[in-house]
């Protein structure tokens, strides 16, 4: 009885890693076929001559994917950065500093992530069109930063709870100030939230394309899911060339998860015993 549970259950998780995977399959095998090829032959076909490269090259050339491509690398970097540094020293300072109405304060900013996002972009579009940041890199990098501060927050908050208040009480009697317990003795310990923090906002600006069309216009401003969005163009454009863009747009986050994974890990099970 237990070897054909086990055998059922097997099959079950086979059959879900194949639907996974055919979108993968279809991805690959369209940006693989040339536009000529992909448009004569069936969709699911084995291409018969490897134009991978080729199409790179009209991607890059007639779309400019690389400006997209540069402005989401400097928006994901910058803005995933800037939510680390300021989302843990907030959270260091509501847990062990105490300021007056600490958990209201870590309510009104947790609440960031209540709304949903089109909320913001009537106000957002006034505010920067007032500030002269419409259409900036120095805008959107404000803007991924503050829109992922609430949630980078939250896990450091829950992580910084479970340090043993003597850690930080011995940090003090060998001559710690708060500043300096916070980068040497809660930052150190913190390398999986901050995986966690930085694989999670950088694969969510890197994939915005809401605020990107929006709150920016020119080429080289807008992130690479409005360059990908161009792709389609009047009439829908060419499937295999849209291909070959999303398999590049895809390397940065799969490497990404690649080199953090070990973290990531460690980080999620962390963030799952907070809830």
């Known amino acids: 009885m237990k ?53 790179i090259k009209i991607t890059l050339s007639e779309y400019r994917l690389h400006v997209h491509l540069f402005s989401s690398t400097l928006y994901a970097v910058f ?56 259409n900036t890199k120095t805008g959107m990098v404000l803007l991924y930063t503050a829109i992922t501060i609430p949630f980078s927050l939250f896990v450091y908050r829950g992580f910084f709870t479970t340090i043993p208040r003597a850690i930080e ?21 913190a390398a999986a939230p901050t995986a966690v923090v930085a694989l999670f906002q950088m694969s969510w600006i890197w994939n915005d394309l809401l605020f990107g069309l929006v709150l920016c216009r020119s080429e080289n401003v807008r992130p690479i899911m409005v360059g990908m969005a161009a792709m389609s163009g009047i009439g ?22 690649i080199l953090l994974k070990k973290y990531f890990i460690s980080g999620m099970s962390s963030v799952s015993s907070m809830k």
Not at 106 to 128: D, E, R, V
Not at 169 to 189: E, K, N, S
């Open 79 to 134: 803005g995933a950065l800037f939510a680390v540094i300021f989302s843990s020293m907030a959270a260091y300072s509501l847990i062990r500093l105490k300021p007056k109405f600490n958990f209201l304060l870590f309510i009104i900013i947790y609440s960031g992530t209540i709304f949903p996002f089109q909320m913001y972009l009537i106000p957002l579009h006034k505010m920067f069109n007032f500030m002269d940041l419409y």
């Open 3 to 55: 070897n054909r549970t086990n055998i059922i259950v097997h099959g079950i998780l086979i059959f879900l890693v194949i639907v996974w995977l055919l979108p993968v399959y279809s991805s690959l095998i369209a940006a693989f076929k040339s536009v000529e090829e992909f448009a004569d032959t069936l969709f699911y076909s084995i291409p018969k001559t490897f134009a991978f490269f080729d199409n």
């Open 169 to 189: 009480d011995a940090a003090i009697i060998d001559g710690c100030g708060p500043l300096t317990a916070f980068f040497r003795v809660f930052m150190p310990q």
């Open 236 to 257: 829908g454009g060419s499937r295999s060339l849209q291909m070959t863009g999303v398999v590049i747009t895809s390397i940065p986050t799969i490497f990404l998860f």
